[in-house]
Structures are given as C-alpha cells and as structure tokens.
C-alpha cells in the first residue's frame, strides 16, 4: 500500500538525550498512529492522535498531529537503552491505513 | 483484556509446500488485516476482512488468500510456498472503522515463516 514517508530512517543516540522523527504524506489522514516495534516481535501502539493539533503524551513520547493532517512527529525525551527498535508512524483515513518505513533508533549507553 | 493472539509464533516450511497462520482478534474487534513484513520492504498490506467478507486486498498473488469466521477470528494460506514468502506476517485487528470513526489498529506478535 502507499507509505507515508518518514524521517529519519535510523538515529545513533546517548543516552539521555532527546530524539524526534516524523511523518509527512501528500494526503489527509483522520488518525495518526505511532508505534514501537521490537525485533522478531509485533508493534505495539505507543500513542493515538484524533485531532489535527491534537499533542500528546505517554510518560516520555510525545506526538503531535500536524495542523494540516498531512504529518506528525513523535519526541522521546531522556532516551534509555530499552528505547532502542523501530519506530513507525501509521494514518489512516478511509478505511485503510498508511505505514511509515520506520525510524530505527540506536541508543549507547 | 487479551491482544491480538497469532499462531503458529514460528514455523519453517520448504518449497511448494502450503502454509496457514491462525489469528485471533482482540475481543469485540470485527476487522482483521494481514500484512507481510520484510527487512526491505516493510510492512504490505496482504487483505482486510470484516464480518466474514473481504473488504479490502493488497498486491499479492492469489496465492494469499485469507478467511474470517462468524467469531471474527481469521485465517490466511499460503499455497506453493516461494523462498521469497520468508517474512513476519503480522495480523492486526481493529473496531470498525466505518462510518467516518477513525479506529486504531492492534497487531499480534506475527508468525514467522521461514521458507527453505
């Protein structure tokens, strides 16, 4: 299906510090969804926007929906060695959804 | 309450053989999705179904075919395995999205095919 495409593809990282990666796509989206996947495992849903505007947060990540529902970006603050895996962002409108080709994030203690 | 419940979690099958991947919605979902994760490819979507029908498919040959039960528990098959069939497939499920609600998706552990 169509990708959304998302930025960066991988990030080294210290530990402790912050990290932002987002979306961006050509069509309008209802729902933005972020989630981590673990290697070998499946994605869990880290957060769900509804809202164009809509900010919000789950303990460290934070993410917004992009004012013209075409992007969205998610922040990790204070980055920890457990934080390392593949980000990835989905939209979905239509009754379908859009995947992002996934940020893999390197964290070094 | 329970995830998205998949199984088998692993499974190694060789050419031309078939193969089917059981999936469980979480309780009250009514749509199931397949998709196919590679390292080079990422996630593709395989089909969606929902009471029973298919309502949506992706590029893949008629050898993916997939099924949903009254329970809204779903199956695919995979006939004439191909060594390119090795992949995470990932079933997600979801309260119907229909209707102009947007929903958000839930997705299993996968299966992993390796194919020899």
């Known amino acids: 299906g169509q990708q959304l495409n998302q930025s960066p593809q991988s990030m080294f990282i210290q530990e402790g510090e912050d990290v932002s990666m987002n979306c961006t796509s050509s069509?309008?989206?209802?729902?933005w969804l972020w989630y981590k996947q673990d290697p070998g495992e499946g994605p869990v849903l880290l957060i769900a926007?509804?809202?164009?505007?809509e900010l919000t947060s789950n303990g460290r990540l934070t993410a917004q929906f992009g004012i013209t529902r075409k992007d969205s970006f998610l922040n990790i603050s204070a980055s920890i060695p457990s934080d390392v895996g593949i980000y990835f962002c989905?939209?979905?409108?239509?009754?379908?959804?859009?995947f992002g080709s996934g940020t893999k994030l390197n964290v070094k203690p | 309450k329970a995830g998205v419940t998949q199984t088998p979690r692993y499974l190694i099958k060789t050419r031309g053989q078939q193969v089917t991947l059981s999936c469980s919605p979480i309780?009250?979902?009514?749509?199931v999705s397949w998709y196919q994760q590679t390292p080079g490819q990422g996630l593709q979507f395989l089909f969606e179904?929902?009471?029973?029908?298919?309502?949506n498919k992706g590029n893949f040959p008629g050898r993916f075919s997939g099924r949903q039960f009254s329970n809204s528990r779903s199956e695919m098959n995979v006939s004439t395995l191909e060594l390119g069939d090795s992949a995470l497939y990932l079933c997600?499920?979801?309260?119907?999205?229909?209707?102009?609600?947007?929903?958000?998706?839930?997705f299993g552990e996968g299966s992993r095919l390796t194919v020899l």
């Open positions: 997600a499920s979801s309260l119907d999205p229909r209707g102009g609600l947007s929903g958000e998706l839930f």
């Open positions: 069509s309008i989206f209802n729902t």
């Open positions: 926007l509804y809202k164009a505007g």
């Open positions: 989905a939209g979905h409108n239509f009754n379908k959804f859009y």
């Open positions: 309780s009250g979902h009514r749509s």
């Open positions: 179904y929902f009471s029973e029908t298919q309502r």
